[in-house]
């Protein structure tokens, strides 16, 4: 018999919380998720622990549950080495369950994925991808992060609360300067031809793009950058001071490659850079985004430079989708957030969520396929910048919850309106699935710290201070690895191991005694939810070599956006329920289902619906509660 559905789009919104996905369609600021909501189902989706995206998109694209596919964190255990190295885990070799586009390639159709997390380097061997590794600067293609070239009296533009730290967030840098400052010097007329004609002496900016510059330092394409020199030639175009900066090649005015006022971006310009000796080939953009008249205050904004090539398979699928629907960005400036303005950062994004859209019409258009996959990561970025301060727990000041509240809105609007373009390519037979893989919470305590919990009780003990502190393993009987897992130094298992195996027991009780004793100073609250054996962490679907010997969770008021929390917690206006939304042939209508979903029952769902074979490795079931006929294929076998 005919399957309900003969295609699916499948769109992933990392981090979207569906507390704060369904306040947002109440408040009117998602119309286009509203209506496929009425015609759909919704449910909130119980996710992975912990709350990350590795596991996360890995467990809804394969079906199975991170103890068996195995990618755990961000950071995970590098078994046989000692426990302070890891395995990065934004890599599609690590997975040992098949993702649902190679099941459907396996079924003889075709997929699309553009910008999947979690899903490079490609596995398919048909049909079109476009990117694929991670969130904003964990990626392994760009040529450089943004730039911010500041002068005079420029101030960053911070929110309340705490950073969320890169265990966590790795859509932002830690190591590097976030800003460049630069000085602006009066023009020596005799070095400089062509200068335009200027009511104030004309000012000189020396600006370098500087390859490799914010980037993750473990997913660089290479090893060292040359830096590309460009000279801004700042000059007063009226009577009302300085209003211009002319971007120039070399001391020529005619040598320009943009001419920008105040608030205003240039095109996008391709040029050539070299990494490693080499060169490559990648597209430029710049944005004045502040120049006073007395010049006193100067800031220009350079978002991601990506390259031209080696970022899709098939390789030449690249330069068509540059020459059909312009230059890719995979990173609107989540690591900006906070020294840019916030009216940049949202130009940037909704600059990537159409431009995503663009790519995916135009490949479905062109290309044939049967599922679409896409995916944004902004409701994360939201996450750690805009959502701490956005709601009232957190006791943010009256602007800085005003403010916040205002990033939440304009993210899920931007959204919203790249959802409604996606869901154009939805005919009659077409189901549409929208879901994520965790959520977030706003901020209310101090976060925290593990390490220092182990410390004080005398598990954990470290050399050296400043940037040469690590862990000493001569003397630590407990290691954290990765977000919720802690090793017991093993003699015999671990290279460096010192407890003795008639100790292990006796340790493992004395590390989750300490974390439950815990009492945070500040509130006399205590921090930790739960704190469990490796045996025990099954019930959390976490089992292998891989899962620590202690399992621990927080609770969200101290813990960041997520990552730790339990995937059912909630907190203010967030919580971490993954969102569910489907829609299409064979769905029910309008309809919020009442029974649990889990992100491992989305792949074989649609599997279900497209009459496709189960992934390999599969553990999640069919949502039948979401389905018009449950009983369809046995129905058909009566007939």
């Given amino acids: 018999m005919r399957s309900p559905a003969r295609r699916a789009v499948f769109i992933a ?27 759909g189902v919704r449910r909130p989706m119980v996710g992975v622990f912990p709350t990350l995206t590795p596991p996360g998109w890995t ?35 690590l997975c040992r369950s098949e993702y649902l586009w190679n ?105 370098a793009l500087k390859p490799l510059q914010h980037g993750r330092f473990n997913m660089l394409r290479g090893k060292s950058g040359t830096p590309k020199p460009f000279l801004g030639l700042v000059y007063a175009s009226g009577s009302r ?82 020459e059909k629907a312009g230059p890719f960005l995979q990173n609107p400036g989540r690591d900006a957030l906070g020294f840019i303005d916030d009216d940049t950062y949202f ?33 994360d970025y939201a996450n750690h910048f805009f959502l701490p301060q956005a709601d009232e727990a957190s006791g943010a000041p009256p602007e800085e919850l005003k403010r916040s509240r205002d990033g939440l809105m304009r993210t899920y609007s931007s959204i919203d309106r790249w959802i409604g373009r996606l869901t154009e390519l939805a005919d009659d037979d077409t189901v549409v699935v929208i879901a994520s893989d965790h959520g977030g919470t ?33 003397r630590s009987r407990a290691v954290p690895v990765g977000l919720v897992h802690i090793f017991i130094n093993l003699k015999g298992r671990e290279p460096n191991g010192i407890v003795e195996p008639e100790e292990y027991e006796a340790t493992r009780r004395e590390v989750i005694a300490a974390l439950m004793e815990h009492r945070d100073p500040e509130t006399g609250r205590h921090p930790f939810a739960l704190a469990v054996t490796r045996e025990d962490a099954e ?16 609770r969200p008021e101290f813990d960041g956006a997520h990552g730790r929390h339990l995937p059912v917690a909630e907190l203010g206006i967030g919580g971490q329920h993954s969102t569910f939304v489907m829609a299409g042939p064979g769905v029910r ?27 390999r490795n599969v553990e999640g079931g069919v949502i039948y509660e979401a389905l018009e006929d449950p009983d369809l294929y046995l129905s058909a076998l009566g007939e």
């Fill in 589 to 615: 209508q309008g309809v919020a289902l009442e029974r649990q979903v889990r992100v491992v029952d989305v792949a074989p769902t649609l599997c279900y619906l497209l009459g496709l074979p189960m992934p």
């Fill in 13 to 39: 919104v990392d981090g979207a919380s569906m507390n704060l996905v369904e306040h947002m369609v109440e408040w009117g600021h998602m119309p286009n998720l509203a209506r496929l909501m009425a015609r």
């Fill in 103 to 207: 099941t459907v390639e396996r079924a003889g159709k075709t997929s699309i994925l553009v910008k999947v997390e979690m899903s490079w380097p490609p596995t398919i061997s048909k049909g079109i991808q476009v990117e694929g590794s991670g969130p904003g600067v964990s990626n392994y293609h760009q040529i450089a992060g943004y730039h911010l070239f500041v002068s005079g009296n420029w101030k960053p533009r911070p929110k309340g609360g705490p950073k969320d730290p890169e265990s966590v967030d790795p859509s932002r840098h830690a190591r590097e300067e976030e800003v460049e400052w630069v000085s602006l010097r009066p023009v020596d007329g005799s070095s400089w031809a062509n200068l335009p004609a200027s009511g104030r002496p004309c000012l000189e900016v020396k600006l």
């Fill in 59 to 93: 467990a809804l694209y394969t079906g199975s549950w991170h103890g068996t596919h195995q990618v755990m964190d961000f950071n995970i255990r590098a078994l046989g080495r000692p426990l302070t190295e890891t395995v990065w885990g934004i890599d599609t070799g």
């Fill in 241 to 322: 001071g300085y209003d211009k900066v002319r971007v120039c090649r070399s001391r020529n005015g005619d040598d320009a490659v943009c001419e920008l006022p105040p608030g205003g971006w240039s095109g996008w310009w391709l040029d050539s850079f070299e990494i490693d000796g080499e060169a490559v080939q990648g597209h430029v953009r710049m944005k004045l985004i502040t120049l006073t008249h007395e010049a006193d205050c100067f800031e220009l904004y350079v978002p991601q430079i990506w390259p031209t090539d080696g970022y899709t398979y098939p390789p030449e699928i690249a330069s068509e989708l540059v």
């Fill in 442 to 474: 706003p901020a209310r305590f101090t976060p925290v710290e593990v390490t220092n919990v182990l410390e004080e009780a005398g598990l954990l003990v470290y050399r050296g201070s400043g940037r040469t502190k690590g862990i000493d393993l001569s």
């Fill in 539 to 554: 019930a959390l679907s976490l089992w292998s070599d891989l899962v620590g010997d202690v399992v621990y969770a927080v």
């Fill in 347 to 379: 130009e940037m994004l909704e600059y990537h969520h159409q431009h995503l859209a663009d790519i995916v019409h135009y490949l479905a258009t062109n290309h044939g396929w049967d599922v679409v996959f896409t995916e944004t990561h902004a409701p």
